[in-house]
């Protein structure tokens, strides 16, 4: 079965760093865009930006380059979102998306549980 | 960047009544790379459509999406009551890869 798993909820405090992660099985881990989506509380979807696992090939949404950043490592089939110093804005729902073809960014069939996290002092 | 444009921001209708839902681009989607997803409170969303018109796995025929170029269609044929949801439209041609505000069927 194809599926993402991703790390468990978090409770930060404004400029303390984080890392969440998203696990893929069941597929070819290196042939498929995985993006990273977020959704404050109430809102809609934004595309924040994803990673090509095979070459580390990263595209980042224009509002948040620099605010974040994605990794991947092969090894463990694990990719990363990654803040250096949190904001109370960052509050939100994280989920990682795979799409259905291996050549495309989008028509995200395969979604992860989300990852909720918190900021607050 | 595309913007998507989303139309109505709400639209209340009964079971067994058509729901159309629009979604318009500020410049043209490349190749018809448009998603359509549903999403329900507290659940990650669905994928519907892609392709502007292609139904992903498991997605019962009363869906279908049409449109090409910047206007862009979901329909639901007859709503059942578990259609009562958020619908996102998205486009992926190029990076950002950008979603609509969303449409909120809702029960009358």
């Known amino acids: 079965e194809v599926q993402l798993e991703q790390s468990g909820a978090e409770v930060k405090k404004p400029g303390e760093p984080l890392r969440i992660s998203c696990k893929g099985s069941g597929y070819s881990f290196t042939s498929y865009w995985i993006a990273w989506v977020r959704q404050m509380p109430g809102k809609g979807l934004e595309w924040m930006g994803l990673i090509y696992p095979g070459n580390s090939d990263t595209k980042y949404s224009p509002s948040l380059q620099g605010q974040v950043s994605i990794s991947a490592d092969k090894s463990v089939r694990t990719v990363y979102l990654q803040w250096s110093s949190l904001k109370a804005s960052d509050t939100a729902m994280y989920y990682c998306a795979r799409p259905t073809y291996s050549n495309t960014w989008g028509g995200f069939e395969i979604w992860g549980q989300g990852t909720m996290v918190i900021v607050s002092s | 960047e595309i913007v998507l444009t989303q139309s109505p921001g709400t639209l209340s209708l009964s079971p067994g009544e058509r729901a159309t839902l629009s979604c318009r681009a500020s410049?043209?989607?490349?190749?018809?790379?448009l998603a359509w997803y549903q999403q329900k409170p507290g659940q990650a969303p669905r994928l519907l459509i892609y392709?502007?018109?292609t139904r992903a796995t498991g997605i019962p025929d009363r869906f279908s999406g049409s449109g090409s170029g910047t206007d862009f269609t979901l329909t639901i044929s007859r709503l059942e009551p578990e259609d009562f949801a958020v619908y996102y439209c998205?486009?992926?041609?190029?990076?950002?890869?950008?979603f609509g505000q969303g449409t909120k069927v809702e029960i009358k």
């Open positions: 410049q043209s989607v490349s190749s018809s790379y």
């Open positions: 998205q486009q992926y041609g190029g990076s950002p890869g950008t």
């Open positions: 392709g502007a018109s």
